[in-house]
């Protein structure tokens, strides 16, 4: 323990149960030494455990509808009057697909669907940095981070329309962090995860072959859930102050390798 976060105040959206980014990325900022407020959709809490991550760790529980923008207000100014100030990092891990939860392809979606998922998994992030923002909820130098993945970038099939959503996602990242960098000097920045077996990742048509097809492919191996929120701690310190709006890639050199000789070796005969 290294007391890393100490002093810091924040919020983390997503903390279903102990396999998600999130619960791993809480349990971490207690060890070093941080304070916050849980808070996920009512819908997601009557699913997961966050109650048990709550006593845990000490934190309160505020529901919320990460896209309903009355209730990110109430969130906003219920954190800070538990926390005593302003907030020095958030962490936004929210991805929700119901084209992919009902089956639909990708060039059979159903466009109510489509709105609803890009809402939940991109808009949302918009309107958590809109709302801290109007309300100078952030410290100086504090941390936004929001966690995304490679198919964003490059076409991944079964990944349907959350790969828009990815893309989506990380452009608010640049664009929302040039204007809250310039006037509030707060950080945003998303992370580019390995494909991680997560309650909502596992959902994915054939994610276990793109966990070993990844791992394959990687020179140090996929990063884990832990591992997230050992990175995600590294931004939300102030060791990254000078770290904004950029997609940071976690995933054991995936993104930079063009093939790997576990790979090739399925191909020769």
């Not at 084209?99 to 609803?116: A, E, I, L």
């Not at 490059?154 to 990380?170: H, V």
């Not at 394959?216 to 904004?244: H, I, Q, R």
């Amino acid at each position: 323990m290294y007391n890393l976060l100490k002093g810091k105040k924040g919020i983390i959206f997503g903390a279903l149960d102990e396999n998600s980014i999130a619960w791993k990325t809480a349990e971490r900022v207690h060890e070093e030494g941080g304070t916050f407020v849980l808070t996920n959709a009512p819908i997601a809490m009557r699913m997961g455990q966050i109650k048990e991550l709550a006593e845990k760790t000490g934190s309160e529980i505020i529901p919320a509808d990460a896209t309903n923008l009355d209730d990110l207000q109430t969130l906003v100014e219920k954190s800070m009057e538990i926390l005593g100030g302003k907030i020095d990092f958030v962490l936004h891990s929210i991805g929700m697909s119901v084209n992919v939860r009902k089956g639909r392809h990708y060039t059979d979606q159903n466009y109510d669907f489509t709105t609803k998922g890009w809402d939940v998994s991109a808009v949302s992030f918009h309107k958590v940095l809109q709302t801290l923002y109007k309300n100078d909820a952030m410290s100086e130098w504090g941390s936004i981070v929001a966690l995304s993945y490679m198919a964003a970038q490059r076409s991944f099939p079964d990944y349907n329309d959350m790969a828009d959503n990815k893309a989506y996602l990380e452009s608010i990242a640049r664009s929302f962090g040039y204007f809250y960098g310039k006037e509030k000097k707060v950080r945003v920045n998303t992370i580019s995860q390995s494909p991680t077996p997560t309650t909502a990742g596992q959902g994915v048509k054939g994610f276990d072959g793109f966990i070993a097809y990844a791992d394959m492919m990687s020179p140090l191996g996929n990063a884990t859930a832990a591992e997230c929120a050992d990175y995600t701690l590294t931004l939300f310190s102030d060791l990254t102050k000078k770290v904004t709006m950029q997609n940071l890639y976690h995933d054991g050199g995936f993104s930079n390798t063009g093939v790997s000789n576990e790979v090739m070796e399925k191909f020769i005969k």
